[in-house]
C-alpha cells in the first residue's frame, strides 16, 4: 500500500535559520506529491505540489521541495524562518498504489525559537 | 465567508450516542473527503464522494457512515460513538477533473469530537 514517512516528528529551529523537513513515500510509479501546513486551530492549506516538470518546486511563504525520483523523497526546505512558521507540516501523495486518494504522512511540528 | 464551513467546531458526547458532522462548500467541487487526525498519525481518510450518487469506503470506515445530500453538503455520521472516535474530524474537497489530474484538497477548519 501507498504511504508517506515523515522522518522527524518535531524540529524546533531558531528564527533565520535554515531549515528542512524530510519526507520519504513509497511508491514504484509516478505520483503526484504535495506538502500542506496547518496553523494552530486552522484546517490544512497547501504550501505546493508537484505535479511534473522541474523537480525544485516553489510554494507560499518562502517555503520549496525538491522532488528526488530516485530517493523517493520530497523534502521541504526554506532558507530563512520566521515564527510565524510554527505550525505543523504534512507531507502527502497521490496516485501509485493509492490510486485516486490523497495519502498524508503523520507530520512534522516545526517550532521556530525567538 | 469560508469555503469550506464545518459544524459544530466542537462537540463533546457520551459513548452510544448518535453524532452528525456536517459540511457545507460553495466552491463548486465535486469531491468530497472525511478525514480523522490523531496526533502521530496524520491524516486518515474515513470516507470520500466524487459525486452526489458515489460514496466510497476509505481507510478507516467502520463505525462511521455518509450522506451525500447535495453536490454542496456531506455529513458524516457516528451511530453509536465510542471514546477511540475522540479526534479532530476534518472535510475537504477537491478540484479535480479527472484522473491522472493532480489534485488540491481544500480542508474545513475542522470539528474536535470528544467521546466520554
Known amino acids: 500500500a501507498q504511504s508517506v514517512t515523515q522522518l522527524d516528528s518535531q524540529v524546533p529551529v531558531f528564527e533565520e535559520a535554515p531549515v528542512e523537513l524530510r519526507c520519504n513515500y513509497s511508491?514504484?510509479?509516478?505520483?503526484?506529491l504535495f506538502w500542506y501546513v496547518q496553523y494552530p486551530n486552522q484546517g490544512l492549506q497547501l504550501l505546493l505540489k508537484?505535479?511534473?516538470?522541474?523537480?525544485l518546486v516553489k510554494g507560499i511563504n518562502g517555503f520549496e521541495a525538491e522532488f528526488n525520483k530516485s530517493q523517493t523523497s520530497f523534502h521541504l526546505r526554506k532558507p530563512s524562518v520566521h515564527i510565524s512558521d510554527t505550525a505543523e507540516y504534512f507531507c502527502?501523495?497521490?496516485?501509485?498504489?493509492?490510486?485516486?486518494?490523497?495519502?498524508f504522512g503523520a507530520g512534522t511540528r516545526l517550532f521556530v525559537k525567538a | 465567508d469560508a469555503d469550506v464551513t464545518q459544524t459544530p467546531r466542537n462537540r463533546i458526547t457520551k459513548t452510544g450516542k448518535r453524532i452528525m458532522l456536517e459540511c457545507s462548500q460553495t466552491?463548486?467541487?465535486?469531491?468530497m473527503y472525511w478525514y480523522r487526525q490523531d496526533p502521530g498519525l496524520g491524516l486518515r481518510l474515513i470516507y470520500y464522494?466524487?459525486?452526489?450518487?458515489?460514496?466510497n469506503k476509505g481507510e478507516i470506515s467502520d463505525g462511521y457512515s455518509v450522506s451525500r445530500q447535495a453536490q454542496a453538503k456531506f455529513s458524516l455520521s457516528l451511530e453509536s460513538a465510542i471514546p477511540n472516535q475522540t479526534a479532530l474530524y476534518f472535510c475537504?474537497?477537491?478540484?479535480?477533473?479527472?484522473?491522472?489530474?493532480?489534485?488540491?484538497?481544500?480542508f474545513g477548519s475542522g470539528t474536535q469530537l470528544s467521546v466520554l
Open positions: 475537504a474537497t477537491s478540484d479535480s477533473v479527472g484522473p491522472g489530474v493532480g489534485e488540491k484538497l481544500f
Open positions: 511508491s514504484s510509479v509516478s505520483v503526484y
Open positions: 508537484y505535479l511534473s516538470g522541474s523537480t
Open positions: 502527502a501523495v497521490r496516485g501509485g498504489t493509492g490510486g485516486f486518494k490523497t495519502i
Open positions: 466552491k463548486g467541487h465535486d469531491r
Open positions: 464522494s466524487f459525486d452526489v450518487k458515489d460514496i
